[in-house]
């Protein structure tokens, strides 16, 4: 197991016998307050291979974002005619050509088992990848960033203005900040609105006021969350809210790819003047490039740490000054422990991303993903709930005949009307009506799309001999063309209650 | 208890000078989030006296600003679920019994009334479920003693039975053996005779002995066969509905000492249209003739 440096928690030598209050004291400021205050962090910008990556990662995530509830899709006449929608009033959930009801929630269940999955897979795999490239507090932040360093310059500009006293020069870049932050938050919240209402409608609502209230408060919601979490809150979101960083300990392993400072290369580190050997010392020139380049605000050559999202941007860094000083690159680098700790002893380096937990992982994606798909797949057109009578349980008839009276919801989820002609199987010579017709075929008309309730008596001929259990088990069965589906249920006779 | 000030060796807090049992109190300030959350509290509830009634007084009570009132809104809400109830009731007074019955909207709205109806009125009779008791009828079963047509439940619905008011459902089985109308043999042998019509095994000879005294004191009004006459009220003795229990013992007190029962007459106490909904419940729960 790889350790994992937590720079939350006291350093050792605080957790000698002291007082509880005087630990938190430790963790927070000289002053006693618990909290720790924020070190401000001005990461500086890199260019380079991960920060492309991140750069072509934050573009196509959030065009995904912003685009997906604005494209249209040819459904039948009063349907929403849009791709991904979650209709809450109507109880329906679109995408493309899927349409879900409120009871397939499982199929979500099945996503998520599996976005879980990926993650676990991904992380023992590669580390933190999510962290540092896709998760929207990543991304968010990414985007802020870049709005910062436009009103107030890189890292340097940065610090400088925060120090400076107030002045106009400082006012404006900073109101001007503050507000494309917010157009920025109130764009996330306002898009995230147009999943759950027919997008072009809304917009025009949204501004007449006639938008529902959930519609407003969620987009305040959001603006507020992504305006704090992106602007003010940043890392402190990673490293004190997000369960992840702890949860992953337990997928990594010796063999998972981190973010690694090569300490055998790298080290004993220092200045190194032109023309000065590199014999005797390690590559590592000390610059603190790879520190001041992180948006997590950590030194990675102390090694694996809680607060490392695994962006990268500490290999950009740290490969471009290597390049200026014509030392080789990779000083930082993907890497796992046990293959730093093999090039150390001076030994080949392995890489094992075929291992007993990336299997299980795998296998459980499958068989998850296998099931989700299967299940959706082969969902019936049609839905048959049965409810049987309880009260009465059964009733005996003038010339001791038997009834029981269920009531049939039948669910249409075609985009068509459908008639469905109903039958009742498993009770010999047993008749089905309806309540006020003695008998024929019952059948009725569902609406496109819709659920209709419908009461029906199963009436059993008398049964002198006694033959009849007390309980019979049957079942219903429509039919509509090629769609059909059963449901079993039990006809209860009263046998055991001779009259 | 209280003592010196002191200062905490452990702790380099002052106490509060407050000893239980050698336990002493650190004197901490309070949490700073707890004192604004406490501070907040305190500025709800002056707002809260201006905005809402909230002070008493000799005579009555603060109103508020906002002159909230919970029997306010209560009856503006009663009269606003009359008004949606007056919309169905209309309906249903307009629409005939059969129109409710096959107009899907209606009927689920009958349904949804004669069921709540039913509940609060018919039940404590007739059960929850609507399958009666000795001497009270079954109203889920295909056996109406006064018919099971739409209108037959709405008039017997509306006027009772035995109630002695007019339009009242109306029948009296004699009680043949209280009144020593027929000896106790005679009533043995009449009961041989039920038993016989309803296809059950019975003693030949008391049912050859009872058949003229059958024709002579019980067909007028339950038929030559017995198979009874809706529009007197008078059951069919051949099939397997009994109102009063089915075995011998039960026959022979029924025909000793002609029960019969009352239903209260509903008219004046539910509307013509919570009659109409009633009898569509009743009527399409019963499977309907």
């Known amino acids: 197991m790889p350790t994992i440096i937590d720079n939350t928690q006291p350093k050792p030598d605080a957790r000698s016998a002291v007082s509880a209050a005087a630990r938190a004291k430790g963790k927070g400021d000289a002053k006693g307050n618990l909290y720790k205050p924020r070190q401000p962090i001005y990461p500086k910008l890199v260019h380079g291979k991960w920060r492309m990556v991140k750069w072509a990662l934050l573009i196509f995530t959030l065009a995904v974002y912003y685009i997906t509830p604005w494209i249209r899709w040819r459904r039948p006449e009063g349907f929403p005619q849009q791709a991904a929608l979650v209709d809450f009033t109507g109880r329906r959930f679109y995408f493309f050509d899927i349409q879900l009801w409120p009871q397939e929630v499982y199929i979500f269940t099945g996503l998520l088992v599996m976005a879980a999955l990926a993650l676990f897979l991904a992380t023992a795999l590669f580390g933190r990848l999510w962290c540092g490239y896709a998760c929207p507090q990543t991304v968010w932040t990414d985007l802020y960033i870049v709005v910062e360093r436009l009103f107030e310059g890189d890292r340097n500009a940065r610090m400088r203005l925060d120090a400076a006293p107030l002045s106009f020069n400082k006012i404006w870049r900073k109101t001007g900040k503050h507000l494309v932050w917010l157009a920025i938050a109130f764009g996330t919240g306002g898009a995230w609105i147009f999943y759950f209402h027919d997008a072009p409608t809304l917009l025009r609502t949204f501004w007449t006021g006639e938008a529902p209230i959930t519609a407003y408060v969620s987009c305040l919601l959001l603006t507020c969350t992504t305006y704090i979490f992106a602007g003010w809150m940043r890392e402190q979101?990673?490293?004190?809210?997000?369960?992840?960083?702890?949860?992953?300990?337990?997928?990594?392993?010796?063999?998972?790819?981190?973010?690694?400072?090569?300490?055998?290369?790298?080290?004993?580190?220092?200045?190194?003047?032109?023309?000065?050997?590199?014999?005797?010392?390690?590559?590592?020139?000390?610059?603190?490039?790879?520190?001041?380049?992180?948006?997590?605000?950590?030194?990675?050559?102390?090694?694996?740490?809680?607060?490392?999202?695994?962006?990268?941007?500490?290999?950009?860094?740290?490969?471009?000054?290597?390049?200026?000083?014509?030392?080789?690159?990779?000083?930082?680098?993907?890497?796992?422990?046990?293959?730093?700790?093999?090039?150390?002893?001076?030994?080949?380096?392995?890489?094992?991303?075929?291992?007993?937990?990336?299997?299980?992982?795998?296998?459980?994606?499958?068989?998850?993903?296998?099931?989700?798909?299967?299940?959706?797949?082969?969902?019936?057109?049609?839905?048959?709930?049965?409810?049987?009578?309880?009260?009465?349980?059964?009733?005996?008839?003038?010339?001791?005949?038997?009834?029981?009276?269920?009531?049939?919801?039948?669910?249409?989820?075609?985009f068509q009307e459908r008639r469905f002609d109903i039958t009742f199987e498993g009770v010999a010579g047993a008749r089905l009506s309806r309540p006020g017709e003695t008998g024929g075929t019952v059948s009725v008309v569902v609406p496109a799309d819709q659920v209709v309730p419908l009461r029906v008596f199963v009436t059993a001929p008398p049964d002198p001999e006694g033959v009849r259990a007390a309980s019979v088990p049957g079942r219903f069965i429509i039919t509509s063309g090629d769609v059909r589906a059963e449901t079993k249920t039990v006809f209860l006779s009263g046998a055991a209650n001779p009259q | 208890m209280a003592h010196e000030r002191e200062t905490d060796d452990h702790t380099g807090v002052e106490t509060t000078g407050h000893e239980w049992d050698g336990i002493k109190e650190l004197d901490n300030p309070l949490p700073r989030w707890w004192l604004w959350v406490w501070y907040g509290t305190i500025a709800f509830s002056i707002a809260y006296w201006i905005l809402m009634p909230a002070w008493p007084g000799l005579h009555g009570y603060t109103k508020g600003l906002l002159h909230q009132s919970d029997r306010v809104a209560v009856g503006k809400e009663l009269a606003a679920l009359d008004v949606k109830r007056g919309e169905g009731a209309a309906q249903l007074r307009t629409a005939s019994l059969e129109q409710i019955e096959k107009d899907p909207k209606l009927n689920a709205y009958a349904q949804q009334v004669g069921q709540s109806v039913f509940g609060d009125n018919c039940a404590t009779c007739h059960g929850i479920g609507g399958t009666g008791g000795k001497g009270y009828a079954n109203l889920r079963d295909d056996v109406w003693l006064w018919g099971g047509k739409l209108e037959d439940i709405q008039y017997t619905i509306t006027h009772g039975v035995r109630t002695g008011a007019e339009g009242a459902r109306m029948s009296q089985m004699p009680a043949f053996g209280r009144d020593e109308m027929l000896k106790p043999d005679q009533i043995d042998d009449l009961t041989e005779y039920v038993v016989h019509l309803s296809n059950r095994p019975a003693d030949a000879a008391a049912v050859a002995r009872a058949q003229p005294l059958f024709e002579a004191q019980c067909s007028a009004c339950h038929g030559a066969e017995g198979k009874g006459m809706v529009e007197l009220g008078a059951p069919n003795l051949t099939d397997a509905d009994w109102l009063y229990g089915a075995d011998r013992a039960a026959i022979r007190g029924q025909i000793f000492a002609g029960n019969g029962g009352v239903m209260p007459t509903w008219q004046g106490r539910l509307s013509p249209e919570t009659i109409k909904a009633l009898a569509v419940y009743v009527h399409s729960n019963a499977g309907g003739q």
């Open chain 1, 237 to 414: 979101v990673c490293t004190y809210m997000c369960p992840w960083p702890r949860i992953q300990g337990a997928m990594l392993d010796d063999h998972s790819l981190q973010v690694t400072y090569l300490a055998y290369r790298g080290e004993t580190r220092g200045p190194h003047k032109k023309g000065q050997s590199w014999e005797g010392r390690g590559d590592c020139i000390d610059c603190r490039q790879c520190v001041v380049v992180c948006p997590m605000g950590i030194d990675i050559r102390d090694g694996a740490q809680l607060e490392c999202i695994n962006c990268g941007l500490c290999v950009d860094a740290c490969d471009e000054m290597m390049i200026k000083i014509g030392r080789p690159t990779g000083l930082i680098a993907y890497d796992s422990e046990e293959a730093v700790a093999a090039r150390t002893r001076g030994e080949k380096a392995v890489y094992k991303p075929i291992r007993s937990r990336t299997i299980y992982y795998a296998l459980a994606m499958s068989v998850v993903g296998g099931l989700t798909l299967w299940s959706l797949v082969t969902r019936p057109k049609a839905d048959l709930n049965v409810i049987r009578d309880r009260n009465p349980i059964f009733v005996r008839m003038h010339d001791g005949a038997v009834r029981d009276g269920y009531t049939l919801k039948i669910g249409n989820r075609t």
